[in-house]
Nanobody
Framework: QVQLVGSGGGLVQPGGSLTLSCAAS????????MGWYRRAPGKQRELVAT???????TYGDSVKGRFTISKDGAVNTVYLQMNSLKPEDTAVYYC????????????WGQGTQVTVSA
């Protein structure tokens, strides 16, 4: 059973930065995709960023140019560097991992709150 532990959330002023971490219990290179999603109050879950084993990344339109996803296989951790934070980035951020072999499975972290407010 894969466990994902997200951390690093908190309260930050607009324009500030935060780095989220997602520590996986398994070897992250075994996951087809890892990423971050978020859910703001009253809104649907939204893709933030994803990364695959070869290092290719994708980003949601609202965070392009401000957020960077990265990974460190040595410590089985995926990071989300968030810069130029805006109040609309306020949400619970969830780490996600997907495997497709032997069957498709989605794993989720417990969520970490990010609040951007003056």
């Amino acid at each position: 059973q894969v466990q994902l532990v997200g951390s690093g959330g908190g309260l930050v002023q607009p324009g500030g930065s935060l780095t989220l971490s997602c520590a996986a219990s398994g070897t992250i290179s075994s996951f087809n995709v890892m990423g971050w999603y978020r859910r703001a109050p009253g809104k649907q879950r939204e893709l933030v960023a994803t990364i695959v084993p070869d290092g290719s990344t994708t980003y949601g339109d609202s965070v392009k140019g401000r957020f960077t996803i990265s990974k460190d296989g040595a410590v089985n951790t995926v990071y989300l560097q968030m810069n130029s934070l805006k109040p609309e980035d306020t949400a619970v951020y969830y780490c996600n991992a997907v495997v497709t072999v032997p069957v498709l499975m989605n794993f989720w972290g417990q969520g970490t709150q990010v609040t951007v407010s003056a």
